[in-house]
T-cell receptor, first 111, second 115 residues
């Protein structure tokens, strides 16, 4: 079936270090969306990428969509404690409006 | 954020109980979803309703029964659950407007524990 693989499952960083999570789809995506879930919270929409090769920035967050529209990444520069949480990608398939979710990457800031 | 509300926020039930989860969206959206989120697993889509019609049932056991009386309300009726059904149940809605790539708005979830 259609899958979106997301790695790594966890990433431990020191505050101030960078963080990256990657998503790869088995099929071409119409778009890819990124969500953040804080501990104890619910997923909150961050951004959507639609075009092949698209790059979008939100302050310290950089989102990329691959040329083949099968992979995407989220990079956070100089992490802060407010960045803690789980980051999910979700790919929209061509056939319907349903999202196929990645398993999430949990960002943990080392004390 | 109060666009999507869920009640109750926490629920503990025995395996023989019957309970219902409620979701309400105040965003004027046309699609609503139930997800199950267990520890160390991806979000699992359970049910999808578009314009009050169920369009997806991802092989969910019959002990979970959804109901969508109108485009603003969604229920999940629970009956004879198993301990492995303990999880966070998330409701979401999306606009579902033709030509618009849907973004999902989540409620806070119901933390369900089955004893």
């Amino acid at each position: 079936g259609q899958q979106v693989m997301q790695i790594p499952q966890y990433q431990h960083v020191q505050e101030g270090e960078d963080f990256t999570t990657y998503c790869n789809s088995s099929t071409t995506l119409s778009n890819i969306q990124w969500y953040k879930q804080r501990p104890g919270g619910h997923p909150v929409f961050l951004i959507q990428l639609v075009k092949s090769g698209e790059v979008k920035k939100q302050k310290r967050l950089t989102f990329q969509f691959g040329e083949a529209k099968k992979n995407s990444s989220l990079h956070i520069t100089a992490t802060q404690t407010t960045d803690v949480g789980t980051y999910f990608c979700a790919g929209l398939m061509d056939s319907n409006y349903q999202l196929i979710w990645g398993a999430g990457t949990k960002l943990i800031i080392k004390p | 954020e109060t666009g999507v509300t869920q009640t109750p926020r926490h629920l503990v039930m025995g395996m023989t109980n019957k309970k219902s989860l409620k979701c309400e969206q105040h965003l004027g959206h046309n699609a609503m979803y139930w997800y199950k989120q267990s520890a160390k697993k991806p979000l699992e889509l359970m049910f999808v309703y578009n314009f009050k019609e169920q369009t997806e049932n991802n092989s969910v056991p019959s002990r979970f029964s959804p109901e969508c009386p109108n485009s603003s309300h969604l229920f999940l009726h629970l009956h004879t659950l198993q301990p492995e059904d303990s999880a966070l149940y998330l409701c979401a809605s999306s606009p579902l407007v033709a030509g618009y790539t849907d973004t999902q708005y989540f409620g806070p979830g119901t933390r369900l524990t089955v004893l």
